[in-house]
């Protein structure tokens, strides 16, 4: 079939031959290496695994957080039947004295802190009120909108605990065991409650339940894939296979810590999907290896052999597979660029793994065995009482005596499955790719639900001196014309609102009572507003993209980018609207319109792929025609299972195309070797079948309970993923099984026939 790959791979086998002990020993470095080189591994679950650093729409938003946000805050919610007695402010004051001087701590920000920054103004010392009634009467003489956001009700406090921009995530975990220690040492009266919150609280959580959750995927992949190869796979050191994959995992690892690829929640999918493809290398080598024992009896020749004949073969699948999930490197969403990243290195060692050290170890295990003189009669047994491949071999024959039917039957499922796929929806809100029931989100969830947890819109406006009465006048008229004429905005904020709201309800013409203005309001307040004099924000509260959905969140944005344009701003400002609703809108759009572009870039690498190594259009054809049909069926079923798009599933064509192509590559692959022996097409199809179908049947099941350890995650967007490629793995499956016999016969015939 390829006469210069089997040559190389022949020679090959001979090498693995006589140095089987150095190669077992040279895995067994990499495996002690692997080992310290995880530990370089990283979590990462912030904004920058959905949206390219690079990108425009992502560098405006690292400059609205770089000059009005100082870092993402540690929230402290404090519950009491009244937060403003004395005993519990002092207990927040305590708290506060907790986190001074704190190298990972820049400040904190309370109604405790308000409360002295006023009291210093009018008696010069920063100091608490004494009694309720002095802190009653600060509050009144305070704005409302800021008491609101230390004080969102009586029996609620809010302190927010400022973190440096430029932490890692050590020192974020850091200042958030600093600050739940700080709880403990303020001893908060009884009866009062405190949670702590915020996105570095919520981040930390994430990377716990992700490294749990990858814990038990692998455990409960492992525990599968033992059944499977008991239930299936039935020759001898049957649970070799499952550790040449475990070596596999380890070895993927080492080369995560050592290329600094990031864990994230679509990359922990990846070694589930290893195990069920890793399995699968090892099972076609192994299971070549016995056949090979049993024709030459021998097992110097059979180690020759499998390397020989299966090197190229299995070599050629994962080529296909690879291709599959290279075409993901095209995704916009950097997490699906890692994945795909992983995905390859990691099927690029399970298989070097299956056929160098899965290959000797088995060698080693057979020389053992014939010292002890042991024959091959069982193996001989094995063969010919096999019963799938039996099975198989005449499931493969019949469909193939019926490819008008076959085919149509299948073309029918592909076009509706197609045709519904067009109404299934994309899920658009990061919150329900998370564990429901995780405690971390429902603190958030629960602090959201009372401070306000809406998306914005962020403008940055830019100018010589964005604090002019006319800019400002132009920030205050934009933000209540966008809520005014916006039915999703319902509120705006900007410097100019808070000099407004301490000027009777208007902008000042003096410059020099505008300065003073602000010098009067608070840092915190000013802060979160202007950034010198030539950069402020107007912030607009939006309905948020969960319940606006993605396109009616991007027409918003749209829309309020051209009034941007069209509302007359002053000659030299410059509005760029941004915000992390700006760049989920993006992401998902590019999810939603992407899908179609992946599954295709991935079809035609394979189909190019195979081509240049067969030199036969119609060798590069059948592999991926049966596959092609999966992906319209996958769909459908989708459809039907009420399911959503998410940014994992989204890429289900193009990694389905790439997975299912190794059986029909393998299935093909043996069938033109009985052919190039003299056998007639349907006794070869037969054969070809039955002899490589028990391995199939066997790969398919263990990447089946391999994809189903996916379905235990935590993580719904996994955990959907998860079902989704079990229902495509088996589509696969069938369709080799099926849909390829009498495609890949009726295209040989007419081959030959018009030759």
Not at 31 to 52: C, K, R, Y
Not at 612 to 618: E, H, N, P, S, V
Request: hydrophobic letters at 50%; aromatic letters at 8%.
């Amino acid at each position: 079939m390829l006469p210069k790959a089997t040559y190389i791979f022949e020679k090959f086998g001979i090498f693995i031959e006589k140095r089987s002990r150095s190669v077992i020993l040279f895995t067994v470095l990499m495996v002690i290496a692997s080992f310290f080189l995880a530990q370089q591994i990283e979590m990462s679950t912030g904004l920058d695994t959905f949206v390219e650093k690079d990108s425009q729409i992502y560098q405006d938003f690292e400059t609205y957080n770089e000059n009005f946000r100082e870092g993402d805050p540690i929230m402290v919610l404090v519950t009491s039947d009244d937060v403003t007695d004395i005993k519990v402010l002092r207990t927040i004051e305590r708290f506060e004295g907790q986190l001074k001087g704190r190298d990972c701590i820049s400040g904190s920000v309370s109604v405790v802190s308000l409360l002295k920054e006023v009291n210093k103004i009018k008696t010069g010392e920063a100091v608490l009120p004494n009694n309720k009634g002095e802190v009653k009467a600060i509050l009144e003489f305070m704005p409302e909108d800021l008491v609101k956001r230390m004080l969102p009700n009586e029996y609620n406090a809010v302190i927010i605990v400022q973190l440096p921009s430029d932490l890692s995530s050590d020192e974020a975990e850091q200042a958030l065991g600093i600050t739940k220690d700080a709880v403990l040492w303020a001893e908060f009266p009884p009866g009062t409650n405190v949670i702590v919150t915020g996105d570095p609280a919520f981040q930390i959580s994430m990377n716990e339940e992700m490294s749990h959750g990858l814990g038990t995927m692998l455990i409960i992949a492992f525990m599968l894939m033992i059944i499977a190869l008991y239930l299936v796979f039935n020759v001898r050191w049957r649970l070799l296979p499952f550790f040449m994959v475990g070596i596999g995992i380890i070895l993927t690892f080492g080369v995560m810590g050592l290329t600094k690829i990031p864990m994230t929640m679509s990359s922990i999918a990846v070694f589930p999907i290893l195990i069920g493809l890793g399995i699968d290398y090892a099972i076609q080598f192994h299971n070549r290896m016995e056949e090979e024992l049993v024709r030459v009896g021998d097992a110097k020749d059979a180690i020759i052999q499998t390397v020989k004949h299966m090197g190229p073969a299995v070599g050629i699948a994962f080529i296909a597979t690879s291709l599959g999930f290279i075409a993901l490197f095209i995704s916009p969403v950097p997490m699906i660029r890692d994945f795909g990243i992983m995905a390859f290195l990691g099927l690029m060692i399970c298989y070097f793994v299956a056929m160098t050290l899965g290959v000797a170890m088995l060698y080693l295990l057979d020389r053992r065995a014939e010292k002890k003189g042991k024959n091959h009669r069982k193996v001989e047994a094995d063969i010919d009482n096999d019963v799938i491949g039996r099975a198989v071999g005449k499931l493969a024959v019949y469909m193939a005596k019926n490819p008008v039917i076959v085919i149509l039957v299948a073309t029918l499922m592909l076009c509706s499955g197609m045709y519904l796929d067009q109404n299934v929806g994309v899920q658009t809100d990061i919150k329900k790719f998370i564990p429901p029931d995780m405690p971390a989100l429902l603190d958030l969830s629960h602090f959201e639900a009372l401070y306000g947890g809406g998306d914005q819109l962020n403008i940055i406006v830019k100018a010589d001196d964005v604090t002019s009465p006319e800019i400002l006048r132009w920030m205050d008229d934009f933000g209540i014309h966008e809520v005014n004429s916006r039915k999703d905005v319902f509120k705006a904020s900007s410097i100019a609102t808070e000099i407004k709201s301490r000027n009777g309800g208007k902008i000042p013409n003096d410059p020099t009572v505008i300065a003073q203005t602000i010098d009067e309001i608070p840092d915190q307040v000013k802060n979160g507003y202007l950034f010198g004099h030539t950069t402020a924000v107007i912030n607009l509260g939006i309905s948020g993209i969960t319940e606006l959905g993605t396109e009616q969140t991007g027409v918003l944005v749209n829309d309020v980018t051209d009034d941007t344009i069209w509302f007359n701003p002053p000659i030299g400002v410059k509005a760029t609207v941004t915000g992390q609703a700006v760049l989920m809108s993006s992401i998902f759009g590019a999810l939603t319109s992407g899908r179609f572009q992946l599954t295709m870039v991935g079809l035609l690498c394979i189909f190019l792929a195979l081509f240049a190594i067969y030199r036969d259009w119609m060798k590069a054809f059948i592999p991926i025609t049966p596959i092609l049909m999966v992906v319209g069926w996958s769909g459908g079923v989708m459809y039907m299972l009420g399911m959503k798009y998410n940014p994992l599933t989204a890429t289900m064509g193009a990694l389905i195309i790439g997975i299912g192509c190794e059986y029909t590559i393998l299935l093909m692959g043996r069938y033109f070797e009985e052919r190039d022996k003299g056998l007639e097409p349907t006794c070869a199809l037969e054969l070809a079948s039955s002899r490589i179908g028990k391995a199939i049947v066997a790969s398919g099941l263990t990447t089946v309970f391999g994809f189903s350890a996916l379905i235990a995650s935590p993580f719904p967007m996994n955990s959907d993923f998860g079902v989704v490629t079990v229902i495509n793995v088996a589509f696969a499956i069938l369709s080799s099984l099926i849909v390829l016999p009498p495609i890949l016969v009726t295209l040989d015939k007419w081959k030959n026939g018009r030759k």
